[in-house]
């Protein structure tokens, strides 16, 4: 059960994967002063454009999970699921409500539009697909607990309303939402469960609207605190979480991050998640000509509080390789995972036959010029999952083992390209580099002179000393004074010597 805002969306261009570690990158002297002038969040800047209408073309790429044998799996057998796709829409995003604050920070509100790409796609909108009734089985979950006869009364009316446990709809109707009359039965019997009306979809509301009020840095004062997040509607940090550690909110919004990144790690905030993510670095390379730090999800990412302590706030916890993010999703039994439980539990993959993880195909990255911070390349790509299982006393859940059922995985993809790519390498690579490059020319040249000057020096100096002295032109010996004590009392001891 989701909501469009609390869709488990992109992380990418959030994806980013919020803070790049720690800003302790080399810093050339010549070049960083015009670096740190085009990456501040100033309307003066060359990237204040790029980052208010993000030119990237982004690409959210969804491949949705059919399961092949509904019947079975309601009489307890394995699911069997085959991945239908990839569905391609375009992403336009853009920054309204840009307000600039007198403490060196500044609000905005990012909304995200998409539009669907059948050209780029392996299918249409209105191909049909099985998949489990995520409505119907995420409120058995959730009413496990509550007493027999409250659930004997959902399971009468979802026969009433011809409710199963696995639907047959169209991609649209699946992503985008369809009209669905168990939202108002739940609510009757249940008041405040799903605590929203209309259509139900994975990704509905998700077009269209934004991802919360950031207030990040501008680095107009401190250069290595830009893009980093100083609030998320209003909020220092959230609540979803056992722990405080889990609950900060750190890093960037995932755009863009602080210059002279060093190869270490880079955090950012994801809405879509709920939560701040670390992404580690893998190896240093090049895009296009742009030399850049690329950087991976680490195995601990997901894992459960047993196997990395620190993620205990995350918690109550399943086998590693999925989150659940409950907690931030009405409660409903939902987790997020890397496509295929790549990095997981192997459990998790041979709990579902089909699933087929590998790092090529499902391994997120995100490449980033270092000097700038500024991302050059990214993929990042989750899967969403439906915990499901037999819930006593309604019947329509049949004898379904327990199971992480893959529901769809996702891909935000972009990269800088064509004129963006030119003036970006112009401005922010081509020009520091000429002027690092000039910096050590002229002190190349700066060298020989210096060593000239100083041999001229030592050869003025060494003539001089040469010279013969005349006698006749030697100055007087100096006069004694009240100041020179010393000798005075030398020309007294002499005067005495003489009338001895």
Known sequence: MIKKKQALGVLVHKAAPRRLGRTGGRRPAASSVTA??????????????????????FYLTVNLFEVQNPQEVLQGAKPKVNQRGPYVYREFKYKTNITFHDNDTVSYLE???????????????????????????????MMEDLPS???????????????????????????????????????????????????FGIFVEFNNTNSGLFTV??????????????????????????????????????????????????????????????????????????????????????????????????????????????????????FISHPHFYNADPSLVDAVEGLHPSREEHALFLDVHPMTGIPMNCSIKLQLNQYMKQVPGILQTGKIQPVV????????????????LSQFYTNLVLIPSILDYLQYIFLGLS??????????????????????????????????????????????QNQDAAEA
């Open 36 to 57: 740190e002038e085009n990456v501040r969040i100033d309307p003066n800047s060359i990237a204040f454009n790029m980052w208010r209408d993000i030119p990237v073309p």
């Open 405 to 420: 059922m893959p529901l769809l995985w996702f891909a935000e993809s972009g990269y800088i390209d064509g004129s963006v």
């Open 447 to 492: 060298v020989p002179l210096i060593i000239s000057a100083a041999l001229m020096m030592m050869s003025q100096k060494s003539a001089k000393e040469k010279q013969p002295h005349d006698p006749t032109t030697q100055s007087p010996p100096p006069q004694p004074s009240e100041t020179t004590p010393l000798l005075q009392d030398a020309c007294t």
């Open 149 to 199: 006869f409250v659930k004997f009364l959902l399971s009468g009316a979802l026969a009433g309303l011809k409710q199963e446990a696995f639907i047959n709809r169209t991609v649209g109707e699946i992503l985008w939402g369809y009209e669905d009359p168990l939202l108002d039965t739940i609510n009757a019997l249940v008041p405040g469960l799903i605590p929203f009306k209309g259509k």
């Open 217 to 334: 840095n501008t680095g107009m004062k401190n250069i290595s605190q830009v893009h980093m997040v100083d609030s998320w509607n209003g909020l220092k940090k959230v609540n979803y979480w056992r722990s405080n550690q889990c609950n900060m909110i750190n890093g960037t919004a995932g755009e863009m991050w602080p210059p002279y990144m060093s190869p270490t790690s880079l955090e950012f905030y994801s809405p879509d998640a709920c939560r701040s993510m670390t992404l580690v670095y893998e190896q240093s390379g090049h895009f296009k000509g742009v030399p850049t730090y690329r950087f991976v999800a680490p195995k601990t990412l997901f894992a459960n509080g047993t196997d990395y302590p620190p993620n205990e706030g995350f918690c109550p916890c399943r086998q590693s390789g999925i989150q659940n993010v409950s907690s931030c999703r009405l409660n409903a039994p939902m």
């Open 111 to 141: 909304y995200r539009q998409l539009f669907f790409r059948p050209d780029l796609s392996n299918g249409t909108e209105d191909e049909y697909i099985v998949m489990p009734n995520i409505l119907m089985l995420g409120a058995a979950v």
